[in-house]
């Protein structure tokens, strides 16, 4: 079974390579190819005919010389067939002669107007009906069959020349919406990537920026009192802010550049392992921060780590910006066999400041709960007795989350 299956993949393989090698040189050589199809055309139209003579020869080369011209101008070429063909049958009513069988190319021409002509299709149905009709008048002598017969006779080629229309208009239909698919997805991917391009800078600089604010602040108000503390707090916003301009020229660096074998990677995106860092840092800015951890957070997969560590990088930014410095902060992560669950608490101000009004839902909560649904998981986020919390909890592996967990 193995060897006939391989077998099949290489038959299947070997006839996509020739359909391509067809249409690479039908695309390269196209009036090649429609001058064979026309001479093919009409030496089926010349072997269906009963005989061909001085007038049929001529007529069913012009009828099938349009089909060369069924890319171009498939209308107008089924107009100059039709024109022709309906002379052929006049001019062998009157000589006598058989009339050539000249339905191939019309119904030809005629799947080409519906499958690049809109407002060709009714014209193109009159035109078939005229062809139907005349050519069938022409191939028989008057009188020879009876109205009902002549009409029987008609139909199977007044249905083959409206299926070859239809087709093409079908053809045309599916290639549009297909077309229209493809701009879809296009813009949707196009929105998805400004989406998580804005989410990224958002969880790069935003957080940079609020703890170069605070630090600054802190510095002018110790400057004269603590000319030491200033000066941390000064050399603390040049790394911080080294950091981010190196971050952001990197982004900038990938947006710009057309070669991805141009542009230097990226440095990793973060994990857990980064977590002491990041509290460190914010602790410079000012927060007091409570860390708890549980559980083995090293075996979480990198997707859990990244927003594990992007939803405390957000909260505690948030924290800093809006409950100002000296706020008390709990930060604790705990891992279990089902779920990961993540909260950032802040007790208030020490300063005995009312609680911090509630919070409007910006693209910091929408990127965080973006990240957590994605995993299947929820996230809460909203003001406290004291203060505020965001609290995730997300599955280690899509499951049902274990809510089981005491909530802070």
Same mark, same amino acid.
């Given at each position: ?61 012009? *009828? ?16 100059? &067939? *039709? ?47 005229? !062809? !139907? ?10 009188? *020879? ?77 110790? &400057? ?11 050399? &603390? ?81 948030? *924290?800093?910006?809006?409950?100002? !410095? ?83």
């Amino acid at each position: 079974m193995a060897a006939e299956e391989v077998r099949r993949l290489k038959r299947g393989g070997g006839m996509m390579r020739r359909e391509g090698k067809v249409r690479a040189f039908d695309a390269a050589h196209p009036l090649v190819w429609d001058v064979v199809l026309a001479l093919l055309v009409f030496l089926a139209c010349a072997s269906a005919s009963v005989g061909l003579r001085v007038v049929g020869t001529p007529v069913l080369l012009v *009828t099938c010389g349009m089909v060369v011209l069924r890319r171009r101008t498939p209308l107008l070429a089924l107009v100059i &067939a *039709t024109v022709a063909l309906s002379a052929g049958v006049v001019a062998s009513t009157l000589t006598g002669e058989d009339a050539p069988w000249g339905y191939l190319p019309i119904w030809i021409l005629l799947f080409h107007v519906g499958l690049r002509r809109k407002r060709g299709i009714a014209i193109a149905a009159a035109l078939a009906g005229v !062809v !139907v009709l005349a050519a069938f008048a022409g191939a028989v002598g008057v009188g *020879t069959l009876a109205l009902e017969e002549r009409a029987a006779a008609l139909l199977p080629v007044a249905a083959m020349s409206a299926a070859a229309l239809l087709a093409g208009a079908q053809l045309r239909a599916s290639r549009d919406v297909q077309r229209q698919q493809r701009d879809d997805a296009a813009r949707a991917a196009a929105v998805a990537e400004r989406s998580r391009i804005s989410r990224e800078m958002h969880d790069l600089i935003g957080h940079d920026l609020s703890v170069i604010a605070s630090l600054s602040a802190g510095g002018q108000n110790v &400057a004269r009192s603590s000319p030491e503390e200033a000066e941390r707090a000064f050399a &603390a916003i040049g790394e911080v802010s080294r950091a981010s301009v190196g971050q952001l020229r990197q982004v900038l660096r990938l947006l710009r550049s057309a070669d991805d074998d141009d542009v230097l990677p990226l440095a990793p995106q973060p994990d857990l392992s980064q977590l002491g860092d990041l509290i460190h840092a914010v602790r410079g800015a000012g927060l007091r921060i409570d860390d708890e951890r549980h559980g083995d957070l090293r075996e979480l997969p990198p997707a859990h780590q990244l927003t594990v560590y992007r939803i405390i990088q957000e909260a505690l930014t948030n *924290t800093l910006r809006h409950s100002g !410095v000296g706020t008390a902060v709990t930060v604790r992560v705990a891992a279990s066999v089902r779920n990961v669950i993540v909260s950032v608490a802040d007790r208030g101000s020490t300063s005995g400041a009312e609680p911090p009004a509630p919070r409007t839902e910006g693209h910091g909560i929408i990127g965080m709960r973006e990240r957590v649904e994605t995993l299947g998981g929820t996230l809460e986020v909203g003001p406290t007795a004291a203060g505020w919390l965001v609290r995730a909890v997300i599955p280690r592996q899509g499951g049902v989350s274990d809510e089981s967990s005491p909530r802070r």
